[in-house]
């Protein structure tokens, strides 16, 4: 490909809500000549930021040979490229296969992280995903359908841990992912919180136990766009009390931090 000053910027939009945007996710989708939008989980308010001629694509309706077709010949021209994608790129944003057709034609790029869904649906049900004595760990996964899984990534598998689990791209499985998950590792009373369209005019929050959030999902008729998160993390009840963080705890020793002294020692 002919050496230009094109440039490709994959940006990671968010979850819906335009004030989640990073300010250089705004900066390059006002600067960009070319927009293509993810329409179908992208809002149209991000892309209002787009400058005066701009030319402006929705992607919902393109494959990717049409999607890098538009993206190489506006970049052959000189052409600042944005292509927005929800949420951040790296979690099921299948940009791998956009990056080899970036590569392979020698096409100056740069990936723009944004905030997941995951991290502004804990936002939302005010939980933070990581509790002492109750998970330190989280695993970000999605229900096989489709798409086959890996060896040992069943969700049967990854339940066995125990831990704070969100489950992407699964909200029409929903019966499946309890199944999955309460035959190994997570009993019928794990809470479970599903969010839907986080970030959206039409935001909901649904909240309940493996035993009875399958029901709960199937009476709000949610088919799409929907995050689960599975695990104590989700408890509502875990801010009446409960193990804390040592990271601000006054007994605790750090490197910018000395204990306080306790009954006149320390």
């Known amino acids: 490909m002919t050496d230009t000053t094109g440039k490709v910027y994959i940006v990671g939009a968010g979850p819906g809500d335009p004030e989640l945007l990073t300010l250089k996710a705004k900066r390059i989708i006002e600067s960009a000549d070319v927009i293509i939008f993810a329409d179908s989980l992208v809002p149209p308010e991000i892309v209002a930021f787009a400058k005066e001629g701009a030319q402006v694509v929705g992607s919902k309706e393109l494959n990717l040979d049409e999607i890098m077709d538009l993206e190489l010949s506006s970049v052959s021209e000189g052409k600042i490229v944005a292509r927005v994608q929800s949420g951040d790129p790296a979690i099921y944003g299948a940009i ?29 049900l005010k939980s933070e995903l990581t509790v002492p004595e109750k998970a330190q760990t989280i695993i970000m996964t999605r229900m096989e359908g489709r798409v086959a899984m890996p060896e040992g990534e069943q969700l049967r598998d990854l339940a066995s841990h125990g831990c704070t689990m969100v489950i992407f791209l699964s909200i029409t499985r929903m019966t499946k992912v309890v199944r999955e998950l309460t035959s190994s590792g997570y009993t019928e009373d794990t809470p479970v919180a599903v969010v839907y369209r986080v970030g959206w005019s039409d935001e909901l929050v649904i909240r309940g136990t493996l035993k009875d959030i399958a029901a709960k999902v199937r009476a709000a008729k949610i088919t799409l766009q929907a995050l689960i998160i599975v695990g104590d993390a989700v ?19 750090h490197r910018y931090r000395k204990a306080a002294s306790v009954n006149g020692k320390g």
């Open 96 to 124: 791998l296969e956009q990056m080899r057709i970036l590569e392979e034609n020698d096409v100056d790029f740069e990936i723009v992280p944004g905030v997941s869904a995951a991290f502004a649906a804990a936002a939302v």
């Open 235 to 253: 408890d509502p009840g875990l801010d009446k009390g409960g193990a804390v963080s040592h990271l601000y705890s006054a007994d605790y020793t």
